[in-house]
């Protein structure tokens, strides 16, 4: 037994590690991880890593509510998006064929890794849409120095919930965070800054998996000799890899995680298409 | 209330929320993981099931689940800590509902109610399907 449970141990806590450096969580490493080395059925890898998602989520978003870089306000009207996108996307997961979900994992790696090459650097408005002022969605930049706070609108409200609902349904289908879709959506249309992004992204991550991984634990999906260890490993391996961030090279290492990501997007590219 | 001082409630309750409820099923995932760890045989075995079964189908009625953990079913007291896990996002939206409802935020209750109801939905179609 212990081998067994060592290895999906050890496993967790890479994919809780490499996720948190990377920004992009763990299911990224997980999922690829669980079907290809453990030879675990997709559809377990899928229920067991919305779990282990919620769990990260919950753990490493705390920091970021406590100090004021969560928008706490904007994560709760986009959740509306995401958890609709979730549970139809959790529950279609059940109905499709394993290689198409492979493929489409495939696919929303390549995208987080042209996202990673491509991210953006602040582009703050001062005043958002009617909408948003409305909603009170803007909001200030903490400053740790005790400077002023500098101030940002919200715009595009209906184009980032569009992406939202897109999010939703790949975390769902695919037991992924959808982070990098997340932020790009705040960050691209909806003109957060974009550390405000990331962790307003990583709040709502725990939410959107959550209506996912219910879906899952309903249905009797969910292999508890599975999610269990990963759970507890990937939370480790996430709050260890978030307190080596601030002493890593993050450009120098965003270069290697890409090279993998499409390393990994390949072989489940191919396992996809060719049916092993 | 204004946004800013709603902001600065939640920012004090939520991160508590969250830690009580990921502690608690942390606890009882652990408890779990020690029970099946001291019944040989049994990891293995459920391991080697789940990989040769497409879909798991590890599914028991609720009473039959808090019964088979009261008398110490490894199985059953992990899926009783996952079931707690995924009660993170529920107890913090629960919450959101609440306080917006004693601030009068006809909006963001429309918001979290509408969030709650969808993550309720998500067991139902889960139930389902």
């Given amino acids: 037994m212990l081998p067994i449970l060592g290895a999906l141990f050890a496993l967790s806590l890479v994919a809780g590690f490499v996720g948190a450096l990377s920004g992009l969580g763990g299911a990224f490493f997980i999922v690829p991880a669980l079907v290809i080395l453990a030879h675990v059925p997709m559809y377990v890898a899928i229920g067991a890593s919305l779990i282990s998602v919620v769990a990260t989520s919950a753990g490493a978003s705390v920091a970021f509510v406590r100090d004021g870089w969560t928008n706490l306000h904007i994560a709760m009207v986009l959740e509306c998006a995401t958890v609709t996108g979730a549970v139809i996307g959790a529950f279609m997961a059940g109905l499709i064929a394993p290689w198409v979900l492979e493929l489409l994992f495939a696919l929303i790696m390549l995208q987080s890794a042209y996202f990673e090459l491509t991210k953006k650097g602040e582009d703050i408005l001062p005043k958002g849409s009617p909408i948003a002022e409305r909603l009170e969605l803007g909001g200030e930049l903490p400053s740790p120095g005790g400077g002023v706070a500098l101030h940002y609108g919200v715009t595009n409200l209906a184009g980032g919930g569009a992406i939202m609902v897109v999010a939703g349904l790949m975390s769902g289908l695919l037991g992924i965070g959808s982070g990098s879709l997340k932020v790009m959506a705040m960050d691209y249309l909806m003109h957060v800054p974009l550390k405000v992004s990331s962790a307003t992204s990583n709040f709502m991550i725990g939410v959107t998996a959550g209506a996912g991984a219910l879906v899952f634990l309903a249905r009797g999906d969910v292999s508890t000799v599975v999610a269990a260890p990963l759970a507890i490993g990937v939370t480790i391996g996430a709050l260890v890899g978030s307190r080596v961030l601030p002493y890593a090279d993050v450009k120098r290492l965003r270069i290697g995680f890409v090279i993998i990501l499409v390393l990994v997007a390949i072989v489940m590219g191919w396992r996809a298409l060719s049916g092993n | ?129």
């Fill in chain 2, 1 to 129: 209330m204004k946004a800013q001082d709603e902001d600065r409630i939640l920012r004090v309750w939520t991160p508590i929320i969250l830690r009580t409820v990921l502690a608690a099923a942390g606890i009882v995932l652990i408890w779990g993981l020690v029970a099946i760890s001291l019944t040989p045989g049994e990891y293995v075995m459920h391991f080697r099931a789940m990989q040769h079964n497409a879909r798991v189908k590890d599914y028991l009625t609720f009473a039959q689940l808090v019964m088979r953990a009261w008398h110490g079913n490894p199985r059953a007291i992990m899926t009783v800590g996952l079931m707690i896990l995924t009660l993170v996002p529920l107890a913090r939206v629960a919450f959101c509902l609440l306080f917006f409802i004693k601030t009068r935020n006809k909006a963001f209750v429309a918001f979290t109610a509408y969030v709650l109801a969808g993550l309720v939905a998500g067991v139902l179609l889960g139930r389902i399907g």
